[in-house]
Every structure is written in C-alpha cells, then in structure tokens.
C-alpha cells in the first residue's frame, strides 16, 4: 500500500511563501509526482508536476513563475516551493503520484495519477 503525506501549509498573507512537501511511503514504480488544489465549490486543478524520467516540469499559467517543484525521487518525494502567494491561491493543496503512465513528460490530468494525499490547506489572506 502507498501513502502520501502532505505537510506544509498554513495561512500567510499576500506576498508571502510557503513550502509543501510530500512524501510517499510503500513500494510502488514512480514516473512522476505533482500538485493539484482544490478552492471551495470549484473543481481539482493542475498546479505543477515533475517526471522524473526527464527530470522535466511544467506549470499551470497562474503559477509560473511564482511557483517552483522540485523532488527526489529516489525518496519519493516531492515539494512545491510557493512564492508571492495570492489570495486565490487559497485551496486544499494534493500532492499525486504517477505508478503507470511511463511517460517521459509531466503528466497534469488528474487521471494518470494513481496514488493521492490527503490535501493540506493553504489560505491567503489580503
């Protein structure tokens, strides 16, 4: 069985930064790993993800450049370093594990992921 662990988040005011981790435990194949948030009524969307195949990333539009993702994947881990953060980046934050696609890109569709944290909530105050 494989666990995802977030950790991390907390309320900051605009400007200001804050790093996730995420840490996977169990045995399992890992191609990649990411993060997607969830804002109150809206739907799961992709923030961020690394291959590790690559050793690529890519970012949502609203994030780049403020955000960063880096990782280890020996360790299955991986963090999202979140600077000059906004008000509408307040969301429930889940780290995502990729087990089967043997891509050689980022995967950011929620459904090529297979294993998925708990979330952790990051609030943004203005």
């Known amino acids: 069985q494989v666990h995802l662990v977030e950790s991390g988040g907390g309320s900051v005011q605009a400007g200001g930064s804050l790093r996730l981790s995420c840490a996977a435990s169990?045995?399992?194949?890992?191609?990649?790993m990411a993060w997607f948030r969830q804002a109150p009524g809206k739907e799961k969307i992709f923030v961020a993800a690394?291959?590790?195949?690559?050793?690529?990333?890519d970012y949502a539009g609203s994030v780049k450049g403020r955000f960063t993702i880096s990782g280890d994947n020996a360790k299955n881990t991986v963090y999202l370093q979140m600077n000059m953060l906004r008000p509408e980046d307040t969301a429930v934050y889940y780290c995502a594990l990729d087990n089967y696609s043997g891509s050689y890109i980022p995967q950011t569709l929620p459904q090529e992921y297979t294993y998925w944290g708990q979330g952790i909530q990051v609030t943004v105050s203005s």
């Open positions: 169990g045995r399992t194949t890992n191609y990649g």
């Open positions: 690394i291959n590790w195949s690559a050793g690529t990333t």
